[in-house]
């Protein structure tokens, strides 16, 4: 079983321009370094105006993992994620996510879209479905683990709305 969330925001900015930060290398090696935690880094990156494919990998310290899942783990965490993005017509971008808890049998995997409500507002959504195979509290460590990844979207936008300001 999985458990589902959904995250959502809004912002000032265009699709277009919202997306065009959102896969710039420069861009991501920056929210890495800061918001990235350990061993933070950019893996592999191809982007242009209609689509892009990037990895990168985070790192999170036992220390700030909630207690039920920091009782199930062994030490630090090591995150892949994988996020496939397609313009499918001006104003909008949909994409995927596929995302490696290296080391534990957790996962996750997502469906993204970024599109323009009106000329100068656009909001992104990500669906996310995460999965825990461990018997009898899989079900407990995908709640906890499903917050933890919406507060995790919502750091990010933040960083990028403020990158997007100020840049």
């Known amino acids: 079983m999985s458990r589902q969330s959904e995250y959502r925001s809004t912002s000032q900015f265009t699709a277009d321009q919202v997306y065009a930060v959102m896969v710039d290398p420069d861009y991501l090696r920056t929210r890495l370094a800061t918001i990235g935690g350990k061993d933070a880094a950019l893996l592999d990156h191809t982007a242009d105006a209609d689509g892009a494919r990037f990895r990168v990998r985070q790192g999170l310290e036992s220390k700030d993992l909630p207690p039920v899942v920091r ?13 496939t993005w397609t313009r499918k017509e001006p104003g909008r971008f949909d994409g995927e996510a596929q995302v490696l808890i290296k080391g534990t049998p957790a996962s996750a995997a997502g469906g993204m879209r970024l599109r323009d409500l009106d000329p100068m507002l656009s909001e992104l959504v990500v669906r996310t479905d995460v999965t825990v195979k461990v018997p009898i509290i899989g079900g407990k460590i995908e709640s906890v683990v499903a917050e933890q990844v919406k507060e995790l979207l919502r750091i990010e936008t933040e960083f990028t709305l403020d990158w997007l300001a100020t840049h």
């Open 71 to 83: 009782n199930f783990l062994n030490g630090d965490i090591v995150i892949e994620r994988t996020e």
